[in-house]
């Protein structure tokens, strides 16, 4: 029997129909197998790092939270800084405690590597500017480059915004709402960039201290041995006292809003029958 094309059978022909009479079995369909999603290795960290849309274009001081909820947030400034930073991040990890880096955008280029430790460690990142300025030559450009720096080094944009020495009206804070970022500063004071003991940095600490609270202390910007010296002392004092210590976006995630408290009931006033007019006679 002729075979007509390549192989192919022709219209009167079946596959069994084939050369020398062999019977050959129509090949099954092969199923194209669905590709299997490639994982984001970085999936878990985007979480620690968002913030409800709440806080977004917010100042923030601290967090009304729920009555009994004894949370708290650690936050450290100026950073990531040789040495101080990662004794912090062990101390940290010791005690099961999660923090807030705010990070200058020109120490993250000089030692990503850190605030890779930073983000390994389940520790939220925020920008903290460029160069730290008190006047800012180019406010949007000191935010913008930091988001990119820490982008890069971490692979997750920063979420909240600390200005330098909490100051809102130079532009910078007006910048970070515009990203949609909170503007976090702070209810407890550290006072540790004035470099007083480490006794006195903790009493200061715990002594500010309450639920929905948030702590500025620094790991960069200069010797910081004092305050990994307290850091022991303020976080044991809080968790005795029941405290966790959480980042900042699980705290903004803790806020709670009262319900409003129902009106009173009053009983209806009852109704009193007109007095008849009595007319004269």
Known sequence: MAIAGCGRPTTEE??????????????APVATPTPTPTPDPLQKYRAIQEVPVWAQRRVINDVPI???????????????WPESTEEILHILDSYDAKATFYMVGQMVRTYPKIARKVRDGGHSIG??????????RNAVAEVQK????????????PSSFRPPYGMLKNGLARQANREKMPVIIWSADSNDWRRPS?????NTVIRQAHPGGIALMHDGGGPRQNTVNALPTIIRELQA????LVTVPELLKARYIAPPKPKKQTAPKAKTAPKKKITAP
Do not use: C, M
């Open 14 to 27: 079946t596959p069994a129909q084939l050369q020398n009479g062999d019977a050959v079995a129509a090949a």
């Open 66 to 80: 729920k009555p009994g909820q004894k949370l708290f947030a650690l936050t450290f400034d100026d950073g990531p």
């Open 127 to 136: 920008n903290h500017s460029w160069s730290h300025p008190s006047r800012p």
């Open 146 to 157: 930091t988001d990119a720096e820490i982008k890069k080094a971490v692979g997750v944009l």
């Open 198 to 202: 480490a006794q006195t940095i903790a």
């Open 241 to 244: 006292r029941g405290y966790r």
